[in-house]
């Protein structure tokens, strides 16, 4: 056994070293994700009447619960623990997947683990370094998390904690499996990745039939168990046995599939291609490869919109009675809330919902962009760049399918958003198309660094996080509008609801990513590829 893991810590220091920057990142999106909540409930929820009618609206609101999940208290701890837990568990669990797959399979499809596995380094090292990378990831989030919330009821902030980390752990350990079953880092996020979808919609369905989340849909979903933890509200210690037992029986799993290949393998292998090659262009292959991807963030919008369509009234009713809430969400949706009106509160509602699926829509573009950066270090490009197809057409075909793939889906979100609401359908597709400009700027910025700087392209993930940071939480924490202002969703009229379209902005920020584009574009043909 010892020969087995002779290496572990040489290649998990690697692991370290090489996501210096990402991992940080990721720690902090997901702990503030929690952290930033007690002081904005605290806010808008400042008496304990006011938490006894929140708790008691969502216990009779179904569609509420299915975002949120049930609430089991109304300290502010227990709403912290309502309102963030499941989403930083989904972020937890994310995070994870990706850092096991990048050290795992990733590397093997690079061709790095062949060349590390010429020195002195265990069978079982490479998957043991990338299990202790994502453990120490989620370890710091669970210490975070804790640390913080403290004052509010040390017994409460320990369960969440440890709640989040080892649901980050238990993901972790699934993407260990599917890097084992996959031959490419992209199918095995992709597996892994519709694991983690089907356990939201599994308590999501499950939180929507009962008050009380004891449906069999929650106790089916790692996420359901994150909710039974029960932090600040009678703590069930005992569910934490349920992660550990699932964790173990996983990486076990895991390490079995392991010995029993060889590097490069994979247990499901990718069929052989057609004898005769069918697609005549760069743009086709660029389809072919991005396609499944674009179906699945297609159907995944689809679902949001008809989602938080089918929600804006009971949402409206609850925010309605509360002015502070109201502001909060007159910040993110504009102009409508001016008004007590009903209908008009619908509308800015509606207008945040399509601001955060266009923040997301920045996440799908920027995975797409950066499919050129994945091509290129997995050395693809380079045979099909040393033929008849050159730089820019190859670069086109990708970026025509990030660029009209964000459409594509912000178009179904604006559908789904105006089907579930039941009113006025072409206005919720005007609202999402409405972002289309902000989240094209980032994916030119995307562009633009793996043109430039291909060394640093991933920084793309960071500006569009961070994005989505100052979109989501920054109006609840009051920022200044100076650092709102720093995300270019910012400058967007806000849609349905503004009394009138206001185009010099759209302009602007369709002239920026037109520049931005182009400049990548230019910097791409004139750099050597990555050896």
Do not use: C
Request: charged share 10%.
């Amino acid at each position: 056994m010892r020969n087995q893991l002779a290496g572990t810590g040489a290649l998990l220091r690697l692991a370290l070293r090489r996501d210096r920057v990402m991992m940080p990142v990721w720690i902090l999106v997901v702990a503030m994700l929690v952290l930033s909540l007690p002081a904005s409930l605290e806010s808008v929820y400042g008496t304990a009447a006011e938490r006894a009618r929140l708790v008691a609206t969502m216990t009779t609101n179904g569609s509420l619960r299915a975002l949120y999940g049930p609430v089991f208290g109304d300290s502010i701890g227990a709403l912290t623990a309502w309102r963030g837990g499941v989403f930083a568990g989904l972020l937890a669990g994310i995070m994870s997947l990706v850092i096991v797959v990048r050290h795992t399979r990733e590397e093997e499809e690079s061709g790095r683990q062949e060349l590390l596995s010429a020195a002195m380094v265990g069978r079982r090292a490479p998957l043991t370094a990338a299990l202790l990378a994502a453990l120490t990831a989620n370890a710091l989030v669970a210490l975070l998390v804790t640390a913080a919330l403290a004052g509010r009821g040390a017994g409460g902030a320990l369960a969440l904690g440890l709640g989040i980390g080892a649901t980050g752990m238990l993901f972790a350990s699934l993407a260990a499996i599917a890097a084992q079953l996959t031959e490419s880092a992209r199918l095995a996020k992709g597996l892994a990745g519709a694991f983690v979808g089907a356990a939201f919609v599994l308590r999501a369905a499950g939180d929507a039939g009962t008050a009380d989340g004891g449906s069999a849909l929650t106790w089916a979903s790692p996420l359901g168990w994150l909710e039974h933890v029960r932090a600040f509200a009678a703590e069930r210690w005992w569910v934490l046995a349920l992660f550990a037992a699932a964790s173990a029986a996983q990486l076990a799993a895991a390490y079995a599939l392991a010995a029993r290949r060889d590097v490069g393998m994979s247990f499901l292998p990718a069929r052989p291609g057609p004898a005769q090659g069918r697609l005549g262009t760069a743009g086709a292959l660029a389809w072919r490869l991005q396609r499944g991807g674009l179906l699945g963030w297609s159907l995944g919008f689809l679902a949001a919109g008809l989602v938080f369509g089918g929600m804006t009234d009971g949402a409206t009713e609850l925010v309605g009675g509360n002015d502070k809430t109201r502001e909060i969400i007159e910040r993110m949706g504009g102009q409508g809330g001016q008004s007590a009106a009903q209908g008009a509160l619908a509308d800015t509602f509606l207008a945040a919902m399509a601001g955060m699926l266009g923040m997301v829509a920045a996440l799908y573009i920027v995975s797409s962009v950066l499919r050129l950066s994945g091509e290129e270090s997995g050395q693809r490009a380079e045979p099909l760049l040393a033929g008849a197809v050159g730089r820019l057409r190859w670069a086109g075909g990708h970026l025509a399918v990030a660029f009209g793939g964000s459409a594509l889906i912000l178009l179904l979100a604006g559908l789904g958003l105006g089907i579930g609401h039941g009113q006025d359908v072409a206005g919720a597709v005007g609202a999402t198309l409405g972002q289309l400009p902000a989240v094209w700027v980032i994916g030119a910025l995307a562009a633009l660094l793996h043109g430039a700087a291909p060394r640093f392209a991933g920084a793309a993930w960071a500006v569009a996080g961070t994005a989505l940071a100052l979109g989501w939480v920054g109006p609840a924490l009051n920022l200044p509008q100076a650092v709102l202002n720093l995300s270019p969703f910012a400058h967007l009229p806000k849609l349905p609801g503004a009394q009138a379209l206001e185009w010099a902005p759209l302009v602007a920020l369709t002239a920026l990513a037109a520049a931005l584009l182009a400049a990548g574009l230019t910097a791409l043909r004139r750099r050597d590829l990555a050896a």
